[in-house]
């Protein structure tokens, strides 16, 4: 029963929050299955990684239940100590919070106050746009050139009040990345006054000799920079909640200011840490996902649709013509997929890289659906 209408004219709730429209997440597997009646539901829609946890990693969580009663460790201590050795940086050069997404809330609640501004590309990661709208700062959408990040056009779009500008290296949702040498070229010209936030949310998928480490090569470097990473992608941990951020102590301690206490779990702090000594587990799944990518673009190229490229994720993005309506003929065939109408592009999917196996069922519902737009064919 849902409650009954509360006296009270709401004049409480910010006005700031009246246009916002929130992240949609999609229905959860077994909710579409039982709505449907369908034996089998592929959920190709979020981007994890398609494997479980590390097995270092399972061992670890199951370890950690027993002491479940006590709170977390709220500064991540071990985990931040490990990441900052890794990385070779300081302590104080490290934060850890709920997944990446938490350090993109916290470093926007750091900095912007009302009227500021972010200038980023789009279609991207809907939090560089929600996360400043929450708090009245105004986001400036840089279109993307030829479905990459225009780092030119990034930097036209800086005035006085820019104070954050995020560039997603890969952009989730078109799988491209920008490139060194872009980087570098950005970060020569880029006025003093912006902090960047470099998005690295997708690193380890990523095989490209010009795709570079950007804490190796930009924050070790003195550069004003962020750069994010987290366990929810090739670590197999995004239920768990697990992201850091790497850059200058003064906007680590500015964050520690307004985290939350128990950012992270115990179970996640530990999975994490465990997950860190597995290299060769990276690799395989690096190189699973290389394989599985190639093989769903063949799938989608023998439907007529020609995705976004080079991608150098997990995922990747294709126009369909009315991507809402193949998302829901897809999810009448047992496959999730997400329409990229929130991303700021109604005429594409995102479809995550999944198992060979998952990838033979979407062939298959593609078929069955069979009347893409004509348009798109090719
Ligand atoms: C570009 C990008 N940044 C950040 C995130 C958030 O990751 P996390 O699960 O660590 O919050 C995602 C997740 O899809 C992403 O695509």
Known sequence: MSLPSADGDRSSIRPTLAGLVPYEPGKPVEEVQRELGLDRVVKLASNEGPYGPFPAAREAIAHASPELNRYPDGGA????????????????????????????????????DPGDEVVTGWPSFPSYVLDPLKLGAVPVRVSLRDDRFDLEGLLSAVT???????????????????????????FDDVPPHVLTILDQAY???????????????????????????????IFGLAGLRVGYGIGPADVVTAIGKVRRAFDVGSSGQEAALASLGEPDEIARRRSANREAMASLQRVLRGHGLEPAGPAVANFLFV?????????????????????????????????????PDEIAFLDRALSAVGNLDAAVRH
């Open 160 to 186: 006085p009040r820019t104070k954050l500008v995020f560039v997603a290296a890969p952009n989730n949702p078109t799988g491209t990345t920008t490139n060194r040498a872009e980087l570098e070229a950005y």
């Open 319 to 355: 126009r369909v013509g009315d991507a809402q309506a193949v998302a829901e003929a897809l999810v009448h065939q047992g496959v999730i997929v997400r329409a990229m109408g929130p991303f700021g592009a109604p005429d594409a999917l995102r479809i995550t890289v999944g198992t």
């Open 203 to 233: 690193f380890e998928y990523v095989q490209d000799e010009d795709y570079p480490d950007a804490i190796e090569e930009f924050a070790k470097e003195g550069r004003n920079v962020l750069v994010l990473r987290t366990f929810s992608k």
């Open 77 to 112: 201590w071990r985990l931040r100590n490990a990441l900052a050795t890794r990385h070779g940086v300081g302590f104080e050069n490290v934060t850890v919070c709920a997944g990446a997404d938490a350090v993109i809330g916290f470093v926007c609640m750091a900095t912007l």
